[in-house]
């Protein structure tokens, strides 16, 4: 069986690039995406939802180079099982992981673009 998830939404930070022991190059960013809608009583309701994206390899260096906070981006990966954590209010919460296979920069720091799409063709380390 196959996944696959496709998110659209903004870097709510920069991205961090690490190395596995291997020498293999792993990039982390977060994305927020955003779902508005007028509620019953005609009220603006709102309703953020973040993902922890990490791309490997040629992808993970692209990514580290072009991406940046409140970049516009498309994600396309690999939904991981969600891990629930307490939040420090004691509120119980979910993180959700993508493994990202392909990632499109939407927008250069705020402007509309089509500027890279660029997608992870090698097979991931697990």
């Known amino acids: 069986m196959y996944q696959k998830v496709s998110l659209i939404g903004r870097l709510g930070g920069e991205p961090e ?13 977060s994305v927020a995406t955003d779902r508005q809608w007028v509620d019953t009583s005609g009220k603006r309701q709102q309703r953020t939802v973040w993902f922890r994206v990490t791309a490997w390899r ?6 580290n180079q072009y991406l940046a ?5 498309y994600v396309e990966g690999e939904l991981a099982e ?5 939040g420090r209010d004691g509120e119980w919460r979910a993180s959700l992981d993508v493994t990202a296979r392909e990632v499109r920069f939407l927008s250069t720091r705020g ?6 799409d660029i997608e992870d063709e090698e097979e991931l380390p697990f």
């Open 17 to 29: 690039m690490r190395y596995t022991p291997d020498g293999t190059p792993v990039t982390s960013f």
């Open 58 to 63: 040629r992808l993970a260096e692209t990514c």
């Open 69 to 73: 906070k409140g970049r516009l981006v």
């Open 82 to 86: 969600p891990k629930p954590f307490q």
């Open 111 to 116: 402007e509309q673009s089509d500027a890279e």
